[in-house]
């Protein structure tokens, strides 16, 4: 199985920046799709942002594109998402997730088969 270890969360004020890591074990990374997804108060986890296994093919949440970058480093087994530009509501827990079956990276939380603990984001205004 894949396991996965988030970290980078915090406290950031509105307009500032933040970059979260996700550091994998027990797969060959590169043979991993890699998805950033969060979970505010009340709400359904939500996609955020996805990446290939060869870092090729992005894909974002209309809500995040424009501010928010995904990126991985394969040779350190990490997958990271630079969020810019942050707003208030982007305050959730997000979620690292890894899908072993596809090339290229899913919206829904059913394409990914192991998921980290979760990091805290909290964007004050």
């Known amino acids: 199985q894949v396991q996965l270890v988030e970290s980078g969360g915090g406290l950031v004020q509105a307009g500032g920046s933040l970059r979260l890591s996700c550091a994998a074990s027990?797969?060959?990374?590169?043979?991993?799709?890699m998805g950033w997804f969060r979970q505010a108060p009340g709400k359904e986890r939500e996609f955020v942002a996805g990446?290939?296994?060869?870092?090729?093919?992005?894909r974002y949440a209309d809500s995040v594109q424009g501010r928010f970058t995904i990126s991985r480093d394969n040779a350190k087994n990490t997958v990271y998402l630079q969020m810019n530009s942050l707003k208030p509501e982007d305050t959730a827990v997000y979620y690292c997730?890894?899908?072993?079956?596809?090339?290229?990276?899913?919206?829904?939380?059913?394409?990914?088969?192991?998921w980290g603990q979760g990091t805290q984001v909290t964007v004050s205004s």
């Open positions: 997730a890894a899908d072993s079956r596809r090339s290229l990276a899913g919206t829904a939380r059913a394409s990914y088969d192991y």
């Open positions: 027990g797969r060959t990374f590169s043979n991993t799709v």
């Open positions: 990446i290939s296994r060869s870092g090729g093919s992005t």
